[in-house]
């Protein structure tokens, strides 16, 4: 199986920055992308950005221009970096991992995001 761990979410100012960690562990062989989603009270979880195995990313709108997400292949850990952070990206973060091995997605614990105005 899979086991993610995420870190560095936090508490921070509009316009500021967060850096988020998941590190993966367990049979992550096999994997089609890794990804971050978030979820905001009383809304749907939704795709933040992902990196598929070929190294390709994609983001949603909202955070284009703002959000990279990156990988230490040798940490197997990804990253995503939020820059220009505005309160409606205030949510939990979950790390996600689609296995092509396990034909499932694993997620992470969460990690909370607050952005004040």
């Known amino acids: 199986q899979v086991q993610l761990v995420e870190s560095g979410g936090g508490l921070v100012q509009a316009g500021g920055s967060l850096r988020l960690s998941c590190a993966a562990s367990g049979s992550i062989f096999s994997i089609n992308f890794m990804g971050w989603y978030r979820q905001a009270p009383g809304k749907q979880r939704e795709l933040v950005a992902a990196?598929?195995?070929?190294?390709?990313?994609t983001y949603a709108d909202s955070v284009k221009g703002r959000f990279t997400i990156s990988r230490d292949n040798a940490k197997n850990t990804v990253y995503l970096q939020m820059n220009s952070l505005k309160p409606e990206d205030t949510a939990v973060y979950y790390c996600?991992?689609?296995?092509?091995?396990?034909?499932?997605?694993?997620w992470g614990q969460g990690t909370q995001v607050t952005v004040s105005s």
């Open positions: 990196i598929f195995s070929g190294g390709s990313t």
């Open positions: 996600n991992l689609n296995s092509l091995l396990y034909r499932r997605n694993f």
